[in-house]
Structure formats: C-alpha cells, structure tokens
C-alpha cells in the first residue's frame, strides 16, 4: 500500500473556556510548542544578532524574509488615511487585505511545490501574524501566531530544525519585529487587551525571553543597565532585548519606572539567567494561560487539539 499524502487543514479556533484551555497545557501540542519556543531560545543563548551570517542563509530562510520584504512594502504602497483618531488607521484594513488576497502566493515563496497544498494550513497563521483588522490592534496573540507560523515550517522540515534555529532568532524574528513595529507606527495599531495589559512593551513578549537568552554569559551588558536609553541606543541592532527597549523609550514618555514598571523590576534580577526563566514563566502565565489570548489561537493538523468528551 502506498501512503496516503498528509491531509492539510483550514486550522479553527477551539479554545472557549478554561476547562479546554486546561486540555490544551496537557497536550502534546502545548508541549511541541513550548518546547519550540524553548530550543529557539537557547540556540540564541550568548550570540548577538550579527553571529549569524545571513550571506549563507539557505534558500527557506531567505524566502522567509522575501516574505517579510514583501509585507513591508505593501505598507509602502498604502499610506495611512488622514483621520481624526490616534490608534486604529483604517488603512490598516487595506494592506491586511492585500495581504490576505496574496496569502497563497507569499506561502509558495517558502513552501516546496510538493508542499504547496500545506498553504491553506499555514496560511490563517500568517495572517493574523500582525493585528486584527476589525480591530485595528495587534498583541501578543499574533505574535504568537507567528511563532506558530515559524513552528510549523519547522514541521513540514521547510526550515530545519536545530540547523536553522540561529537564522529564525537572529535574522528572521528581528526582521519581523521591525514589520510588527512599523504597523504600529504606520497605521497606530491599538495595543490588544487593555492597552497591553497581556504584554510588557504593550505589544510583545517573546523578544524578551528571546532576547534575554542572548545575553545570558554577556558581561558587558548588565541587567541594571538594561532600560538606559543610551545603552538601549548602542546595542539595538545587536541585541533583540535592547531593541525592545530602545522601542519602548522612542514611542513611550516620562520615567522608566513608571510607564514600564514590569521591565524596570525586572532589571534589578541579578543576572540574565534568572531573568530568561522568569520571562518564560511569565509567558506562560501571561499569555497562553489566558483564555482572552488564548480563545483566538488556532489548531490543525500540524498543531492539533482534541477534547475528551
């Protein structure tokens, strides 16, 4: 008998209620995922950005970026609209739209022509990688949609895992950081839950347990250090955590302290260890352990979730 071909899924949303999301922290997929996040984490663990020489990046990952490349100049293509409102440009909603009319072509980008009928699989992950356009506001749940969308690529063996952990936290995820922030400044994507209230910049949070990995061994860059503008300033290009930070002092006034509190207790850790487990247990209590973020993520074959009824 020959094998059947895998059967590729629309992924739906099946997360309503804490009993389910219980069901999820059990699954293997729960696991697969945080496991994923972990391994991505530790292969960042002591490198700076440039440790990666992206003049040797293998086809899939400079087809992720092609990908990234693309996305960004549809935001050049549509300028925002002159409104009246801080947040929520409605213009938004028209690259979101080029984006989705374009969704099967940016996956073909990436996916071998044998894996082409993945798309339709991986597809809704990329879309909702960068806000919502009823909304107009962009969080935590799709940055984790992203990280989902690099997990399954891993999956499908597009990107190779171990082999091309480096490229996903030094080149692509930087590179993605910079398009989530450029929506956000473009288009003035509120910040999702209660202004930010799931995220520690008002936006992200894997930066930060990404990033904070990377500096782990860096005697240079100290904890306590962290949050100074000029310190931000001087690493923001070598280091994800530091351009979190650099971010936070260009869009945010006033003191430290006081608009980023989490951040500013969090420096006082004694070393980037400590911090690197404190922020992957505050992922997972602050973000997959919520049923408002949590109620939105999706599930297919690639990343399933069955209930026991």
């Not at 440039?50 to 990046?57: G, I, N, Q, T, V």
């Not at 960068?130 to 749940?141: A, C, M, Q, S």
């Not at 949609?145 to 480096?166: E, I, R, S």
């Not at 994800?240 to 002092?249: D, N």
């Amino acid at each position: 008998m020959t094998e059947q071909p895998h059967q590729f899924v629309v992924p739906v949303k099946k997360i309503t209620n804490h009993g389910e999301l219980t069901a999820f922290h059990q699954s293997p997929s729960c696991s697969a995922l945080m496991g994923f996040i972990q391994r991505i984490g530790e292969a960042a663990e002591g490198k700076s950005n440039s440790f990666y020489k992206s003049e040797s990046a293998p086809p899939a990952v400079v087809n992720v970026m092609k990908i990234l490349e693309e996305l960004s100049r549809y935001i050049d293509e549509i300028p925002p609209l002159a409104q009246p409102m801080r947040y929520g440009n409605k213009a938004y909603r028209t690259w979101h739209d080029k984006m989705t009319q374009n969704i099967h072509h940016l996956n073909c980008i990436v996916l071998p022509k044998e894996l082409e009928g993945a798309s339709k699989e991986i597809g809704p992950y990329l879309l909702d990688s960068f806000g919502n356009p009823t909304r107009l506001d962009y969080g935590t749940g799709h940055e984790l949609h992203f990280v989902t969308y690099l997990y399954c690529l891993c999956a499908l063996n597009v990107l190779v895992p171990k082999q091309d952990d480096l490229a996903i936290v030094l080149y692509i995820f930087p590179r993605y950081l910079n398009l989530a922030r450029k929506l956000q400044q473009t288009y003035g994507m509120e910040p999702a839950g209660s202004h930010g209230v799931w995220s520690l910049d008002d936006y992200q949070f894997i930066p930060f347990v990404w990033g904070a990995s990377q500096l782990i061994g860096n005697d240079k860059l100290k904890p306590a250090d962290s949050v100074k503008k000029e310190v931000a300033e001087a690493n923001k290009e070598e280091y994800i955590y530091m351009s979190c930070i650099h971010y936070i002092h260009q869009v945010k006034k006033g003191p430290f302290h006081e608009h980023s509190p989490d951040l500013y207790n969090i420096s006082a850790a004694s070393s980037w260890v400590k911090i690197c487990q404190g922020m992957l247990r505050k992922f997972r209590d602050d973000v997959i352990s919520k049923v408002p973020i949590m109620q939105h993520f999706l599930f297919g074959s690639i990343l399933p979730l069955e209930f026991n009824r």
